[in-house]
């Protein structure tokens, strides 16, 4: 079985470094064996690479990738938490919520973005329950936010 970073490889994914921290909070978790992140924007670099609503300034295929690239950075913060993904043991949980339009009813398929991705890269450790809401306003206008919950390896002291 492939590794995780095999995997990103064959997508074609280069994990950037972890987000920092937009306020007074940290931006992932351990405790014990599960790992949380803090709500993770679609950044790429410096700047938030989709911002706006869903169904109102942004498509649904936006709103997916702004999900993808999400979840790109939550496993960032996750590697920055326990040093190599292939100590994750599962993806529990994937909680989205979605900057968009009142009328907007594709919360779904927009967090397919990030679901998707993280069932590509991990198989059935991927497999996860989810949350997907829609809210009318959004941290920096940012069009997705998610966090996601791990199981992971006992650490080498635990």
């Known amino acids: 079985m492939a590794t995780v970073s095999q995997r ?3 997508l074609g994914i280069v994990l950037p470094a972890a987000p920092a921290a937009v306020g007074a909070y940290v931006p992932v978790l351990r ?3 599960v790992v949380v992140t803090s709500g993770q924007l679609p950044w790429q670099g410096n700047q938030l690479a989709y911002t706006g609503q869903l169904g109102k300034t942004l498509t649904v295929e936006q709103g997916y990738a ?3 690239l999400c979840a790109i950075n939550a496993l960032a913060q996750i590697q920055a938490a326990v040093g190599n993904l292939d100590a994750v043991k599962q993806i ?3 909680e989205g919520y979605v900057h968009c339009a009142p009328d907007f009813r594709q919360q779904p398929q927009v967090l397919n973005g990030a679901s998707e991705l993280l069932n590509q ?3 059935d450790k991927g497999r996860h329950t989810r949350t997907a ?3 009318h306003a959004m941290p920096l206008d940012a069009a997705v936010q998610l966090v ?3 199981e992971v390896e006992s650490s080498p002291a635990g």
């Open 8 to 10: 990103l490889a064959e």
């Open 92 to 94: 529990l949980r994937l």
């Open 148 to 150: 996601v919950w791990a």
């Open 133 to 135: 809401l829609g809210i």
């Open 31 to 33: 405790f014990g064996n």
């Open 66 to 68: 702004a999900a993808r």
């Open 121 to 123: 890269i991990f198989g």
